[in-house]
T-cell receptor, first 110, second 115 residues
Framework: NAGVTQTPKFRILKIGQSMTLQCTQDMNHNYMYWYRQDPGMGLKLIYYSVGAGITDKGEVPNGYNVSRSTTEDFPLRLELAAPSQTSVYFC?????????FGPGTRLTVT | AQKITQTQPGMFVQEKEAVTLDCTYDTSDPSYGLFWYKQPSSGEMIFLIYQGSYDQQNATEGRYSLNFQKARKSANLVISASQLGDSAMYFCAMRNVDSNYQLIWGAGTKLIIKP
């Protein structure tokens, strides 16, 4: 039982490039989330999903897109990367209350 | 609007002492839940404890307990007999049952345990 896995662990992007952050969970959770954590700050919700085929915006969705074609996978797409997207990205999943987090992806945009 | 406030940016505590990390919240909804997560320097987010707004008793999990004072809208985390491994960032978060289990996060408190 791997829980929530994220790839890659680290990535450096040039301004204007695009990439997809992968997230997979094996706990059969309906709810999945993407957060970003800027240095010294708490987490901010980017997008979330309540089940396959259903996604919605969180607090800071601009510059990102998501899809949820299966219960297990919830990829986050960055289009036209900007320096402001330099952050640590966490994926999480939940059945009800407690959210289980992946190890995070540290992204730098230069 | 819902809000979580952690007023202690950082704390130093002597090993084996008890620690109280403050968290106040604001919500107009009667049904909500409060969480504490630990983030060590390695970066992962570790769930510690949960308190529902209708729970009659304060939540406890091992050395962690939640001092829930509903009238004051506070949900402080108490760590008994602190250990060096407790050094980490601690985040308080709140869910609203009507918001698809979204969490609203505080800014965190950096706890350093001194030997």
């Amino acid at each position: 039982n791997a829980g929530v896995t994220q790839t890659p662990k680290f990535r450096i992007l040039k301004i204007g490039q695009s990439m997809t952050l992968q997230c997979t969970q094996d706990m059969n959770h309906n709810y999945m989330y993407w957060y970003r954590q800027d240095p010294g700050m708490g987490l901010k919700l980017i997008y979330y999903s309540v089940g396959a085929g259903i996604t919605d915006k969180g607090e800071v969705p601009n510059g990102y897109n998501v899809s949820r074609s299966t219960t297990e996978d919830f990829p986050l797409r960055l289009e036209l990367a900007a320096p402001s997207q330099t952050s640590v990205y966490f994926c999480a999943s939940s059945y009800r209350y407690e959210q289980y987090f992946g190890p995070g992806t540290r992204l730098t945009v230069t | 609007a819902q809000k979580i406030t952690q007023t202690q940016p950082g704390m130093f505590v002597q090993e084996k002492e008890a620690v109280t990390l403050d968290c106040t919240y604001d919500t107009s909804d009667p049904s909500y839940g409060l969480f504490w997560y630990k983030q060590p320097s390695s970066g992962e987010m570790i769930f510690l404890i949960y308190q529902g707004s209708y729970d009659q008793q304060n939540a406890t999990e091992g050395r962690y307990s939640l001092n829930f004072q509903k009238a004051r809208k506070s949900a402080n985390l108490v760590i008994s007999a602190s250990q060096l491994g407790d050094s980490a960032m601690y985040f308080c978060a709140m869910r609203n049952v009507d918001s698809n289990y979204q969490l609203i996060w505080g800014a965190g408190t950096k706890l350093i345990i001194k030997p």
